[in-house]
Each structure stands twice: as C-alpha cells, then as structure tokens.
C-alpha cells in the first residue's frame, strides 16, 4: 500500500468516527444505546493503531529491522497507554463536572475495545505492509 493510501485510509477512518460521534452525541446515542461506547472505542482503538504504525515506520522511530511480534506488542502498548490516558481524563471530566462519565467497568471495557481495535490495526498494517523488506517481505 501506498504511503498516500495509507494517510488516506486514516484520514477517512477519524473523519468517520467524528461524524459517527457528532451524531451520536446530538441523538443521544451514548444515553440510549449504552453499548454504543463499546464500537467508538473499537474504532478509536483501529484508528490509533493504524495511526501509530504509520507513525513509527515512516519517522523510523523503531528498528529498520524489528520484529512484527515486537512491533505489533509496540503499537498494542501505545494504543493501551492512550486509551488509559483518555480514561483518566474522562475521570477528571466527571470530577469536575459531576457528569456520569466513567465507571471501573465501563473503564476496563473500554481498554479491551481499545486495544482489540489496536490489535485489528496492527494485523491490517502487516497485511499491507507484506511487501515491506524492513518486514522481511519481498518487493
């Protein structure tokens, strides 16, 4: 896949998940449907993934020749690490605002979603990236 492609693909994908979000937050989705947070963390979690492959590869912040297990484990713990952070923000939100945004449940289903997102990501970033020789594929 193209570089252009790629920058396409998660253009497209965080475009589709603000439009998703911005209705769901006008119709009250999150409210009706309290499941619905579970596919928008999904989504969040292929969009970092993806994001953060792009990211590592093309600034060359990782090894030329590092492993896919080790890349993959690399993007899964940084699409955690985000999705904790943006946890803990929901936390302080709530602190403040006394809103009902979080819960430890909610908070650890979230995580998952996040990072069963990432992992998505990441099996889609090697697939399309097969032909990559810092991979080990052949072009």
Known sequence: MSEHSEIKNIFTLIIFILVLNTAATIFSWYTLLPWFDMPM????GVFLGLSLSYVFKKFKLVGENISLIKFS??????????????????????????????????SLSDLFFDIVGGI??????????RTDPSFGGKK
Not at 92 to 104: C, E, R
């Open 41 to 44: 963390h999904f989504l969040g």
């Open 73 to 106: 484990l690399l993007v899964i713990l940084f699409t955690f690490i985000i999705g904790a952070l943006w946890e803990g923000y929901e936390y302080i939100v709530q602190f403040y605002t006394h809103a009902s945004l979080a819960n430890p449940i909610d």
């Open 120 to 129: 998505l990501a990441t099996i889609l970033y090697i697939i399309s990236r």
